[in-house]
């Protein structure tokens, strides 16, 4: 009989893991161990050798569980699985999406090097490139969604540091402004820039559309990016970050990770391997309610503009570029109410079913005002620049009911009370 190629979702419920090396349990158990017993001295010596980079691995040679730390059979089964998504070769889960974001930056950026990145990006990621990399000798330089390839290139030599171009960094869509950046373009702008002596690597936050709506290495990328805290964990009962690529550049996240331990705990690998099971139904389901939810709010009398893939007009560049580079308009959504922070602020207090909190990608609904919470530690005038005002909310779209969903922000925009020369302004 022919091999037959399973598609991902269908094997999120067993690929990598023998249920004879569990006692037969359907479902992996938790390995809540910190270190494995050798069967000889010998193996000890093979498993440390490979681990620590002193020679390479054997085509038929199995790397066997040394410590918590360097394996864990939750941590290496959820990797595998999750590499199935991005078809990359290899994965590492960290503790946090930051200290996946962190680690990476701090890989493959060295003091006197230059950073470029995409803006808006996410306040703890632009908090660490203006502040910790700055206080080690990294440079940044930020651009945006309406840069094309020969301004960005012009930005980089403006600096007088394009020799010391070390990476490419992008969020897209963008947190919270569903901005998107041209994966393609930029690996372009790397391959200008990259040397015999000047490798440029090119890493993406796919968090609001992975892994199951965009793929990044496809386009060009090094290193995709999650926070796994949001769709993939998706139930807003952990922390975790994923990191994947090819065999090269994952040898040395997965080094770094070692040194710093700030690998996932077996509990949280296992909750991981869980939520994988259900990733595709519920972002399907997420992304169908938010497509209702943004045509509802599109026209909407107290809402000023909203920012939703799913409302690119077509024929646009824009919706050229949304088209070739994603398979989803995704499920979040962001909104100018018609004033500013009372406004805004007037419509969360007000709303009964969709809980009031940061983060994004769970079953349940959440809103939040991203100037004064999520992006609050952004310099206020480039937040402005971000076009992340006073008057944005942002809405990541859960599983409830569509009609629910809907009622719930009508009748909290019901509440908002918008003075008569906020009305005419608008109507101007």
């Known amino acids: 009989m022919k091999a037959h190629n399973y598609k991902p979702e269908s094997l999120m419920m067993s690929y990598g893991y023998k249920p004879e090396l ?52 939750n941590l290496e089964i959820l990797e595998d699985r999750l590499c199935l998504w991005d078809k990359s070769d290899d994965c590492a889960i960290f503790e946090s999406g930051m200290s996946a974001i962190s680690t990476v930056l701090l890989e493959f950026l060295n003091p006197g090097d230059l950073l470029l990145y995409s803006s808006p990006t996410y306040g703890g990621t632009d908090h660490f490139i203006h502040h910790f990399l700055q206080k080690i000798g990294v440079d940044a330089i930020g651009f945006d969604a309406n840069h094309s390839k020969e301004e960005i290139i012009q930005l980089i030599e403006s600096t007088g540091r394009a020799n010391r171009l070390a990476m490419i960094y992008l969020e897209t869509p963008a947190n919270p402004t569903n901005a998107i950046i041209d994966i393609e373009m930029c690996k372009e702008v790397a391959n200008h820039f990259t040397k015999e002596n000047q490798q440029v690597r090119m890493a993406v936050d796919n968090t609001y559309m992975g892994p199951l709506w965009s793929h990044p290495l496809e386009h060009g990328a090094d290193l995709v990016i999650y926070s796994a805290t949001k769709y993939i964990g998706g139930h ?18 997965k080094t770094l990770r070692t040194f710093l331990g700030n ?5 949280t690998c296992w909750l991981l391997l869980r939520s994988l099971e259900t990733l595709k139904v519920r972002m399907e389901q997420q ?6 939810v943004a045509d509802f709010l599109d026209g909407h009398e107290k809402v000023e503009k909203v920012y939703y893939l799913g409302l690119l007009k077509k024929g646009t560049p824009e919706y050229q570029l949304y088209k070739r580079q994603y398979t989803s308009p995704g ?36 809103a939040q005002h991203p100037a004064s919470m999520t992006h609050i530690g952004v310099d206020p005038k480039a937040r402005l620049a971000m076009g ?28 908002v009370k918008i003075s008569q020369h906020e009305v005419n302004y608008q109507m101007a």
């Open 388 to 415: 992340v005002t006073d008057k944005m909310v942002r809405i990541s779209i859960g599983v409830e009911n569509a009609e629910d969903i809907m009622w719930d922000i009508s009748q909290a925009l019901d509440a």
């Open 263 to 267: 690998m996932a705990s077996p509990h």
């Open 331 to 366: 499920a979040m959504i962001s909104f100018d109410i018609v004033g500013g922070e009372k406004e805004a602020f007037q419509f969360l207090n007000h709303l009964k079913l969709i809980k009031m909190a940061v983060s994004l990608g769970s079953t349940e609904s959440l």
């Open 236 to 253: 807003s009962d952990l922390i975790a970050g994923a990191v994947l690529g090819n065999a090269e550049v994952m040898k040395r996240v």
């Open 287 to 292: 992304m169908r309610n938010a497509q209702q």
């Open 22 to 73: 569990s006692e037969g349990a359907v479902k992996p158990p938790i390995f809540q161990t910190s270190t494995f017993v050798f069967n000889k001295a010998e193996d000890g010596k093979a498993f440390f050798e490979v681990a620590y980079g002193l020679r390479e691995k054997q085509q038929t040679e199995e790397l066997g569980l040394i410590y918590s730390r360097l394996n864990n059979p």
